[in-house]
């Protein structure tokens, strides 16, 4: 789950990396980059590549003008001046931005009610460095490629402060991917799910963003893995992935299915979709069963945000079981999230953990291009027809005018 919060708590995480490289700087107004060479013209304190880099004096960007869970009706597309990097920031031209079930939520203004409108959209975003205050030239320098997750991600140029952003190898989706799905999964599973070999593990959603990666590091830890899908499709991707046995609900009853073949009950739960599935799930736990909450996105289009949930015997079904049902909320375990993200980074490098993205090229429109196809893209997911994280690309790579 994503939201305002996230976007500030989670900065004390991506803090805790020291992103960024060390030892270059500005002197007398120049930075040296192994890129170009880059002379202030028009700031003081601010570094911008204007030629390199084709920095246009406007942008678009998706402000949020009212609340409303329906992310068309809360969100417009406006055009504004590009802003300039402050001291310890970075001026990012996004080239790819993630989309989070949880969008709505912050539209709806359900995270944080002292939040008014207007405000931006989105929460995370990759793209290289364009300019960038003198403060922050110590970590960065304009080319640098950066991912990073905070508000006003929505945009073709973000401002981000320097200490919240994340280098990375190069502009590639992939890596947007780990920045809250994969965290979510990796700190989830191994906070409060304990696994053990040898154990069950039941991951709803498993074909989305986040389910894909729960999937993944259950089986690295030896566990017998099921995956709830919509489609033989995805169904055929979680075989991909390890899932032992994935389950199309659209073609198979889950319920009968899980009683049947799974008789002595799951240990872990990792469940994002509630209401019914939640309920399901809960009744499904074996002795000292585990059940990990990271969303409940059934409900998130409704008015209350809430799906329904028929909670009255969930005493007696826990007391019965010794079992338990713990929420995870990612800002609550920032101390984990350098460990998670470099080991993801590093199994991603060695090609042990698989990133699926979907930018939306078998969607009706086709890929999801251009900052006014997030619209689509929010429609896209809640729709179901995501395989992967549902990712934008905002804008196609700048004509570097020196190579032609």
Do not use: W
């Not at 960007?61 to 504004?80: D, G, Y």
């Not at 929505?154 to 990375?168: D, G, H, N, R, W």
């Not at 990666?213 to 489609?231: E, L, P, R, W, Y």
């Amino acid at each position: 789950m994503t939201s305002v919060l996230l976007a500030r708590n989670g900065r004390r995480a991506i803090a805790a990396i020291g992103g960024g490289r060390r030892g270059t700087g500005a002197l007398s107004g120049v930075h040296r980059s192994a890129q170009r060479t880059i002379i202030d013209l028009s700031y003081s304190a601010h570094f911008m590549d204007f030629k390199g880099s084709s920095i246009p004096s406007s942008m678009k960007k998706l402000v949020v003008n009212r609340l409303s869970p329906n992310f068309r009706e809360a969100v417009s597309m406006q055009t504004v001046a590009v802003p300039t990097p402050g001291d310890a920031e970075l001026l990012v031209r996004n080239r790819f931005v993630g989309i989070n079930a949880s969008d709505i939520n912050y539209t709806s203004g359900r995270y944080d009610p002292s939040v008014k409108p207007p405000f931006d959209a989105g929460f995370e975003g990759i793209g290289e460095v364009v300019g960038l205050g003198l403060s922050a030239s110590s970590r960065f320098t304009v080319g640098d490629t950066v991912a990073y997750f905070a508000n006003g991600a929505f945009a073709e140029y973000t401002l981000v402060k320097a200490k919240e952003s994340i280098p990375v190898p190069a502009v590639k989706p992939e890596f947007l991917t780990l920045l809250l799905s994969g965290a979510t999964a990796y700190i989830a599973l191994k906070r409060l799910g304990d696994l053990a070999e040898g154990e069950t593990v039941l991951v709803t959603a498993a074909a989305g963003g986040t389910g894909q990666f729960a999937v993944q590091f259950a089986k690295h830890a030896g566990c017998h893995v099921i995956g709830t899908c919509s489609s033989n499709e995805k169904a055929g991707f979680l075989k991909s992935i390890g899932c032992d046995r994935p389950i199309n609900y659209s073609s198979e009853d889950l319920a009968k299915t899980l009683k049947k073949e799974y008789p002595k009950g799951i240990d872990v739960v990792y469940e994002s979709v509630g209401g019914s599935v939640l309920e399901l799930a809960v009744k499904s736990l074996a002795n000292k069963g585990r059940l990990i909450v990271i969303g409940f996105i059934s409900g998130y289009q409704s008015a209350s945000g809430f799906p329904p949930f028929k909670g009255d015997t969930l005493p007696i079904r826990l007391l019965q079981k010794s079992a338990s049902v713990r929420g995870f909320f990612l800002p609550h375990f920032f101390s984990d999230y350098r460990e998670a993200l470099g080991t993801m980074m590093q199994m991603y490098g060695k090609g042990k953990l698989q990133c699926e993205v979907d930018c939306g090229d078998l969607s009706e429109g086709g890929r999801f291009v251009g900052l006014e196809s997030v619209f689509r893209a929010v429609d896209y997911m809640y729709a179901g027809k995501n395989l992967g994280k549902v990712v934008v690309e905002v804008a196609p790579p700048a004509v570097d005018n020196s190579k032609l």
